[in-house]
């Protein structure tokens, strides 16, 4: 049977409860090595937004513009804000690119509420590579408290080289890893049961889930990975948001992963409200609007498009420019390359005034639900 939110948020909060209680504290633990701020299994739930990757004029990062923005995501109310992990700064950044915006990032965050949660991808090679810089910027760093997340390497076949890419990253890790479970039709999604396996045996690195496998059965995974707590720590939902309350009341989902960042405050107060069990009455009324605003299918700019407009809009992105793969296909899910992923050209958002009036109006009405309902 599936278990509903209202008892699997009451069995994970005396989990994580009883886990600081052991350890004698009330703050977040420190590695004792190096004093570094490590996630607890509490305080990596909730909404998880991806962060845009700013750029100036002649298409290098805006690495103050990316700080500022990862640290007003935190001010928001997110107990979480990811970087490099959209397709985009995934494939179109150098590594030294990553390792500069990694530091921007846990610079503009120490001292924040907010889990810092930093991608490391692509081959296996790259993945173990930026997850050894994620750990030297903690270290550099130790006021922010840095996770990771971490998709299938795109040079695993079968599930045994999952386990392998994985069992490699918990050689390096030290902190928690959200696996993301899909990334394209070439690359296999982790079982379930794999899943589990490396929570298992990782406890303090794996067992938390971006669980965003594709059609129903993504449902039914949830369901089953949530079964396995306290072996399974948190599994967020994700799809931009299309199930998130469904998921969270049905299917045990505490939280989202989602590159919707833009929508921060009304994340937030979505958060807030599930954790309340709906105090204020307000939860469906906002999962309404948060689906209203992510329904702006035809807007330039893919995913990424409105983000933009929204943040130069708050002063935050100094320019609409984005890397975009030379040749590219947008749709709903995102935007992928077609051919060679790291070729990319430069490209600038342009909107009509009737486009820019809807996002305005949209967004106001957001920010006026969230004021009124503080």
Same mark, same amino acid.
């Given at each position: 049977?599936? #278990?509903?939110?209202?008892?699997?948020?009451?069995?994970?909060?005396?989990?994580? =409860? =009883?886990?600081?209680?052991?350890?004698?504290?009330?703050?977040?633990?420190?590695?004792?090595?190096?004093?570094?701020?490590?996630? *607890?299994?509490?305080?990596?739930?909730?909404?998880?937004?991806?962060?845009?990757?700013?750029?100036?004029?002649?298409?290098?990062?805006?690495?103050?513009?990316?700080?500022?923005?990862?640290?007003?995501?935190?001010?928001?109310? /997110?107990?979480?804000?990811?970087?490099?992990?959209?397709?985009?700064?995934?494939?179109? !950044?150098?590594?030294?690119?990553?390792?500069?915006?990694?530091?921007? /990032?846990?610079?503009?965050?120490?001292?924040?509420?907010?889990?810092?949660?930093?991608? /490391?991808?692509?081959?296996?090679?790259?993945?173990?590579?930026?997850?050894?810089?994620?750990?030297?910027?903690?270290?550099?760093?130790?006021?922010?408290? &840095?996770?990771?997340?971490?998709?299938?390497?795109?040079?695993?076949?079968?599930?045994?080289? !999952?386990?392998?890419?994985?069992?490699? +990253?918990?050689?390096?890790?030290?902190?928690?890893?959200?696996?993301? *479970?899909?990334? %394209?039709?070439?690359? @296999?999604?982790?079982?379930?049961?794999?899943? &589990?396996? +490396?929570?298992?045996?990782?406890?303090?690195?794996?067992?938390?889930?971006?669980?965003?496998?594709?059609?129903?059965?993504?449902?039914?995974?949830?369901?089953?990975? %949530?079964?396995?707590? @306290?072996?399974?720590?948190?599994?967020?939902?994700?799809?931009?948001?299309?199930?998130? !309350?469904?998921?969270?009341?049905?299917?045990?989902?505490?939280?989202?992963?989602?590159?919707?960042?833009?929508?921060? @405050?009304?994340?937030?107060?979505?958060?807030?409200?599930?954790?309340?069990?709906?105090?204020?009455?307000?939860? *469906?009324?906002?999962?309404?609007?948060?689906?209203?605003? &992510?329904?702006?299918?035809?807007? @330039?700019?893919?995913? #990424?498009?409105?983000?933009?407009?929204?943040?130069? #809009?708050?002063?935050?992105?100094?320019? *609409?420019?984005?890397?975009?793969?030379?040749?590219?296909?947008?749709?709903?899910?995102?935007?992928?390359?077609?051919?060679?992923? #790291?070729?990319?050209?430069?490209?600038?958002?342009?909107?009509?005034?009737?486009?820019?009036?809807? +996002?305005?109006?949209?967004?106001?009405?957001?920010?006026?639900?969230?004021?009124?309902?503080?």
């Amino acid at each position: 049977m599936a #278990r509903t939110r209202r008892g699997f948020i009451g069995g994970t909060a005396m989990f994580g =409860a =009883a886990m600081m209680l052991a350890a004698g504290c009330t703050q977040p633990p420190r590695s004792a090595a190096t004093s570094m701020l490590v996630p *607890t299994p509490q305080e990596m739930r909730g909404p998880f937004p991806i962060m845009s990757t700013p750029f100036n004029e002649d298409g290098s990062v805006d690495y103050e513009s990316l700080g500022k923005s990862v640290a007003w995501v935190s001010d928001s109310g /997110c107990p979480g804000v990811i970087w490099c992990q959209s397709n985009d700064a995934v494939d179109l !950044l150098t590594f030294e690119e990553k390792v500069k915006g990694y530091e921007a /990032c846990a610079k503009a965050m120490q001292g924040k509420s907010a889990m810092m949660t930093f991608g /490391c991808n692509g081959t296996r090679a790259t993945m173990l590579r930026e997850a050894k810089a994620i750990e030297e910027v903690a270290k550099k760093y130790p006021r922010a408290n &840095i996770a990771m997340i971490s998709r299938p390497p795109d040079d695993g076949k079968t599930e045994a080289d !999952l386990r392998a890419d994985f069992e490699a +990253l918990a050689g390096v890790a030290t902190r928690p890893v959200i696996i993301q *479970t899909h990334v %394209n039709k070439t690359c @296999p999604d982790p079982s379930v049961a794999l899943l &589990i396996e +490396l929570a298992k045996k990782h406890p303090k690195i794996f067992g938390y889930i971006k669980e965003e496998s594709g059609g129903s059965a993504v449902n039914d995974r949830m369901i089953e990975e %949530n079964k396995a707590k @306290p072996v399974i720590h948190t599994v967020f939902s994700a799809w931009g948001g299309w199930q998130w !309350l469904y998921q969270s009341r049905r299917c045990g989902s505490e939280g989202l992963v989602t590159e919707r960042c833009a929508y921060a @405050p009304l994340l937030a107060h979505i958060w807030r409200e599930m954790e309340s069990r709906d105090a204020k009455g307000t939860l *469906t009324e906002s999962y309404a609007l948060l689906r209203l605003l &992510i329904d702006q299918r035809n807007m @330039p700019g893919g995913l #990424r498009g409105y983000s933009l407009y929204y943040f130069q #809009r708050l002063g935050l992105f100094k320019t *609409t420019v984005s890397r975009q793969y030379f040749k590219a296909k947008k749709g709903e899910e995102g935007t992928t390359a077609v051919g060679d992923n #790291r070729k990319w050209r430069l490209e600038k958002l342009s909107l009509t005034d009737l486009q820019k009036a809807e +996002l305005d109006e949209c967004y106001d009405d957001m920010m006026r639900f969230v004021n009124e309902h503080k």
